[in-house]
């Protein structure tokens, strides 16, 4: 069978619209989902994301604004899809959790883990935070507060319906530690590990009595309840690509999946609830649970809640979809936090967008113009010999798509920042490069077949590293392409000029 790559982001909340945080999961995603089409093909690459619909949060916020949750969603749907598409999100498919498909199935899973007795009704008296739809025990509760928010919680009793949990703790311990590969980076593998190791894990309340929320999916044997929102919404990894056959087998073309990425605040949900969900489903488990960090503004993690978010629209707007892609993926280690701020931003965009890569490809561009007419030299730059540097550059161009894709494992963390860091070595070798033969002198020494081998160098370059950039930066990418991909070229204008300190608007060229 050919190899595929079926790739998840979370489904966000509607209730409110996206921030960075969330546009850094999907630009992510986005990038491998680019790199793996690549590299497999397009049709061995599925792409998923989509929105998390039920549930309480989500309620409230309709009834904020005087709608029926379903006509709220439907609002606020599109700005998450208008997003991605400003961003250059190219998703396969994009789920709703209150989409008929994705209930069915809710409903199916439902019906057969209770058939195999791992669904059961239970009293449940417990300590219960709105906000975060979380019960917490008596310990946790401690003085009535959330742990999580920090906002009063309330106590309620109620007849719900559990999930056994945990009766798979010894298999899930197993698991993990036979799969070193299956949470990253470890950091989390450890903390997951660790919780499981020394906590024993408490059945999971799946339903909510409708009297208290009715805005969920209908329970299949239970007209009084609704679905808990994390069991429904964990679900979409495999609603969204495949169906229960009759014997409640889950057949699909695309599970399981490569790769959930998240972030580090819903890893107990995805690397706890989720397996143990498909393990008594009889479901094969994904290959890797990635949580990357948060993105914060000074000490804080940057939520809505907090009414700390940046835009990423305005960012756009005002650096380019790829400068702040870029930054994003560079900037901060995949799976760590990272501060935001604008400062950096153009730092980065000012040295390696304008001075490096910019300045690399326009100068490329200008000289072949110059010398040669626009025409790019028709030299094989493998077969003739150069000096040091320029043997060391076609190396470096040689090995440049290896270099790339080795961190863009789970075994190294999806280093991104690392990735991009190869392709700018070949870029800061060739810039030096520039410098150090100075081209002017062979023209005006008259020395043209050097000249030539010099410039198709240079060329091969620029090629090499527009290559490698396609998963990042696709706008830039393609532009560069355009400009240097064919025997003439087509010079346009500098692709990053240099921004002014602090928040000057930059031109916008082909960005
Ligand atoms: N609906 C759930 C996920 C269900 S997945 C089956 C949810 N939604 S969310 O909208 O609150 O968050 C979605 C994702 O955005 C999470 O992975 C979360 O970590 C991420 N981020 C939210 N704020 C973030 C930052 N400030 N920085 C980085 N990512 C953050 O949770």
Redesign the pocket.
Same mark, same amino acid.
């Given at each position: 069978m050919e190899e595929k790559f079926y790739i998840t *982001?979370?489904?966000?909340?509607v209730n409110s619209s996206?921030?960075?945080?969330?546009s %850094? *999961?999907n630009i992510a995603c986005d990038t491998l989902a680019r790199f793996k089409r690549a590299k497999l093909g397009k049709t061995n690459v599925w792409f998923l994301t989509g929105t998390?619909e039920h549930g309480q949060k989500i309620k409230k916020a309709a009834d904020a604004k005087n709608l029926s949750p379903q006509d709220f969603t439907d609002e606020i749907v599109p700005l998450f899809k208008e997003l991605w598409q400003k961003l250059g999100i190219s998703y396969d498919d994009f789920i709703r959790t209150t989409e008929a498909r994705h209930k069915n199935t809710v409903a199916k899973a439902l019906t057969i883990l209770k058939e195999k007795g791992d669904i059961f009704m239970a009293q449940y008296e417990g300590w219960y935070c709105v906000p975060c739809e979380s019960f917490w025990t008596q310990t946790q509760a401690g003085s009535a507060i959330c742990p999580d928010c920090q906002r009063p919680i309330e106590k309620i009793t109620e007849s719900n319906y559990f999930f056994s949990l945990s009766k798979y703790q010894g298999w899930l311990i197993d698991y993990i530690e036979a799969h070193p590969d299956f949470i990253r980076p470890l950091i989390r593998r450890n903390e997951v590990l660790s919780f499981l190791k020394l906590n024993s894990l408490t059945d999971l309340c799946i339903s909510r009595p409708k009297e208290r929320l009715n805005w969920g999916i209908a329970f299949p044997f239970s007209s009084e309840h609704v679905v808990y929102?994390?069991f429904d919404?964990?679900l979409? %990894?495999i609603s969204a690509v495949g169906e229960f056959n009759k014997d409640g087998v889950f057949q699909s073309r695309w599970w399981p999946a490569d790769l959930h990425i998240?972030?580090?605040?819903?890893l107990r949900?995805?690397a706890v609830y989720w397996p143990i969900m498909l393990k008594a489903l009889d479901i094969p488990m994904p290959s890797c649970v990635f949580?990357?960090?948060?993105?914060?503004l000074g000490e804080n993690?940057?939520?809505k809640s907090r009414g700390n978010?940046v835009n990423p629209l305005e960012m756009v707007e005002k650096y380019g979809i790829d400068a702040y892609r870029y930054f994003l993926l560079r900037d901060v280690p995949f799976g760590m936090?990272g501060n935001f701020s604008e400062d950096a931003l153009i730092k980065r965009f000012n040295s390696d967008l304008a001075n490096d890569l910019g300045n690399l490809v326009y100068r490329s561009l200008t000289m072949t113009e110059k010398y040669f007419a626009s025409v790019v030299p028709n030299i094989d730059i493998f077969v003739r010999k150069f000096d040091e540097a320029g043997e060391s550059i076609k190396n470096k161009i040689k090995s440049l798509p290896q270099d790339v894709e080795k961190f863009l494992t789970p075994a190294e963390d999806f280093n991104f920042g690392a990735s991009l860091e190869e392709t700018w070595k070949l870029i800061a070798m060739a810039n030096k490069y520039v410098e150090e033969t100075k081209p002017w002198n062979l023209s005006k020494e008259g020395k043209l077949e050097e000249l030539s081998a010099f410039i198709r160098l240079l060329i091969e370059v620029v090629r090499a590293v527009s290559k490698e950039l396609l998963p990042f930066m696709p706008v830039t990418a393609s532009a560069i392409i355009e400009q240097a991909g064919q025997d003439i070229i087509k010079k346009g204008s500098p692709l990053f000029p240099r921004l002014e300190i602090p928040g000057a608007t930059p031109k916008k060229n082909a960005r």
């Open positions: *982001t979370p489904l966000y909340y996206p921030h960075i945080g969330h %850094y *999961t998390d929102v994390w919404a964990l979409n %990894y998240i972030g580090k605040d819903i949900q995805h949580a990357h960090g948060w993105w914060m993690k940057m939520s978010v936090d």
